[in-house]
């Protein structure tokens, strides 16, 4: 969130007034001791211009190759 934020040339102050949270929620969010709400997710991407999907889309395939394993291990231990 860090590096949209940045690449928006957007404080955190700035980006929290435009998404209607706290400075100190998007420090929480960007240190990854908060968790992010979809909610909180699509205000995010829409106060930085950008699509839900281009915001978290690296991490998506992180999250189904990790989904993809877990069905794996399901399957062999039954």
């Known amino acids: 969130m860090r590096a949209h934020r940045e690449s928006a040339g957007l ?46 889309g690296p991490h998506l395939g992180d999250a189904a190759h990790n989904r993809k394993i877990v069905v794996k291990v399901r399957k062999r231990t039954k």
């Not at 960007?30 to 709400?37: F, H, L, T």
């Open 11 to 56: 404080t955190q102050e700035q980006l929290a007034e435009a998404a209607d949270r706290h400075r100190t929620y998007i420090s929480g969010c960007e240190r990854g001791i908060r968790n992010v709400s979809l909610l909180n997710l699509v205000k995010f991407a829409s106060a930085l211009n950008l699509d839900l999907t281009d915001f978290i």
